[in-house]
């Protein structure tokens, strides 16, 4: 007599199967949050993404081609180069653009304002990247439960180094960092959340929590496979200081997180959440799911 398992082949997809068989076994996993990947602007630290804006507007404005903080915020959470070339696609910023130069604009056109890029951010740093309050104390928290903290961004490297230090001053130091210039694609391409889990040598995939304020930054977590949960309050898409929040009224504050909200639950966001604050409560019922063998 020939035992089943004698004739069991290993699947496409790594699970033991008998090909006499209608059915096959799945391995879920059944464990419990092991990290989460933060982004930068607008999530732990910079609230409301001001350093990244101003820059943006600056380099637009020394091309004689200004543009609004709107048009500026659009494509946040991009790669920064792949960010102007989006928004040079705006129709409003591509026809004042063609109105000043007589053309369109070109390749050597975004090599030369990426260039720029870089210089005017490492200013802006200066003053736009304050830890955002809780910060600490969550991320505290969720070391004292065993997660590993990793970080993701549409920074380039120089930048990321240069928050490092700023960011440690203050208490906020991840495990690891992974900038968009390290990857073949940065967002919403899931290589940089590949790249934490490699560098913090978490698996499954299921086991990783990525929270951003930005559309592509949700998207990332979500092609990427892991939990991808939105941060509205202080993020892109309310575009306010600590100090603008506690003084803007309850009206325009109200309109401005249900813009935040629609547009990360448009993204395909798991959970959408005021600031990293709340992030605790969410991890908690996470757990709870994948107890159930529920994934992402």
Known sequence: MTLPHKKAKLSMEGQWCNPRMEYHCKCTYTGRVKAVVFDWAGTVV?????????????????????ITDEEA?????????????????NEGVKSRWVAHYGKPPTEADIDRMYKQFVPIQLESLKNYSNVIPGTLEVVEKLRQDGIKIGSSTGYPTPI?????????????????????????QA???????????????????????????????????ITAGCWSIGVAKTGNY???SE??????????????????????????????????????????????????????
């Open 46 to 66: 910079d609230c409301g993404v001001f350093a990244p804006v101003l820059t943006f507007v600056k380099i637009f404005k020394n091309e004689g081609v200004p």
């Open 73 to 89: 915020r659009g494509p946040m959470g991009t790669h920064k180069r792949v960010h102007i070339q989006k928004v040079l696609e």
């Open 160 to 184: 990321v180094d240069m928050l490092k230090p700023i960011a440690t001053k203050q208490g906020y130091t991840p495990d690891c960092y992974v900038a968009a210039d390290e990857v073949p």
């Open 187 to 221: 967002r919403p391409c899931p290589y940089m959340v590949w790249l934490n889990a490699i560098k913090l040598d978490v698996h499954p995939i299921e086991a990783i929590v990525k929270v951003d304020d930005t559309v592509d930054g949700v998207k990332e977590g």
């Open 238 to 240: 309310v575009a306010a």
């Open 243 to 296: 100090e603008q929040l506690k003084e803007m009224e309850s009206v325009e504050f109200e309109r401005r997180m249900k813009n935040a909200y629609t547009k990360l639950i448009d993204s395909g966001a798991h959970y959408v959440i005021d600031s990293i604050v709340d992030l605790p409560e969410v991890i908690d019922d996470i757990n709870r799911r994948l107890a159930r063998g529920e994934k992402p």
